[in-house]
């Protein structure tokens, strides 16, 4: 099993900054893919970034050039770092890893709120 916890949620105001931290633990070897995704009330969970196992990222187009995704494989640490935040990235957080082959994972986090007033 794989347990993900995040923390970094809060109130900001637009054009202020959070940062997201996501505590891995349990089965982390060997994860696929880790990521954010967000979900804001009545939409969908969606992905807001994600980081593969050879180092690449990608992110949401609503996002690039504001967040950045980051891993701290010492602490088993993954990381949203958020910067000129808008209205419109007010959501809860989760955090998810994957793996695939002979044992496959597909865990989430509790998630975090993150609110930006305007």
């Known amino acids: 099993q794989v347990q993900l916890v995040e923390s970094g949620g809060g109130l900001v105001q637009a054009g202020g900054s959070l940062r997201l931290s996501c505590a891995e633990s349990?089965?982390?070897?060997?994860?696929?893919?880790e990521g954010w995704y967000r979900q804001a009330p009545g939409k969908q969970r969606e992905l807001v970034a994600e980081?593969?196992?050879?180092?690449?990222?990608h992110y949401a187009d609503a996002v690039k050039g504001r967040f950045t995704i980051s891993k701290d494989n010492a602490k088993n640490l993954l990381y949203l770092q958020m910067n000129s935040l808008k209205p419109e990235d007010a959501a809860v957080y989760y955090c998810?890893?994957?793996?695939?082959?002979?044992?496959?994972?597909?865990?989430w986090g509790q998630g975090t709120q993150v609110t930006v007033s305007s």
């Open positions: 998810h890893a994957a793996r695939s082959g002979w044992w496959p994972i597909d865990a």
């Open positions: 349990g089965s982390i070897f060997s994860l696929n893919k």
């Open positions: 980081i593969t196992s050879d180092g690449g990222t």
